[in-house]
């Protein structure tokens, strides 16, 4: 078992910026690719950005192209068992719960911390 649990977020003012942490406990080296997801009231859960065992990160691009590529940046520390979520420059539409998100290596069980809460709100 994996267990994630994710701090930061609250409420950012428009044009603002705050970090979201991950901190991951259990059995990591079952961990293959982790990531964020985030979640708006009345939309599907999506991909913010993921990042690899080895370092590869995937920008959520389906509905936005390089926005979330361009203002928030992911990061693993396998040394601290943490994974980052630095975002910038957020807009009300950035507004979701966001949920860390842990991929088992052998057969893609996806582990999932609890969500936290993101207000981009003046």
């Known amino acids: 078992q994996v267990q994630l649990v994710e701090s930061g977020g609250g409420l950012v003012q428009p044009g603002g910026s705050t970090r979201l942490s991950c901190k991951f406990s259990?059995?990591?080296?079952?961990?293959?690719?982790m990531g964020w997801y985030r979640q708006a009231p009345g939309k599907q859960r999506e991909l913010v950005a993921s990042?690899?065992?080895?370092?590869?990160?995937?920008?959520?691009?389906?509905n936005y192209g390089d926005s979330l590529k361009s203002r928030f940046t992911i990061s693993r520390d396998d040394a601290k068992n943490t994974l980052d979520l630095q975002m910038i420059h957020l807009q009300p539409e950035d507004s979701a719960v966001y949920y860390c998100?842990?991929?088992?290596?052998?057969?893609?069980?996806?582990?999932w911390g609890q969500g936290t809460q993101v207000t981009v709100s003046s």
């Open positions: 998100n842990a991929d088992r290596v052998w057969d893609g069980y996806e582990y």
């Open positions: 259990g059995d990591i080296f079952s961990i293959a690719a």
């Open positions: 990042i690899s065992g080895g370092g590869v990160v995937i920008y959520g691009t389906e």
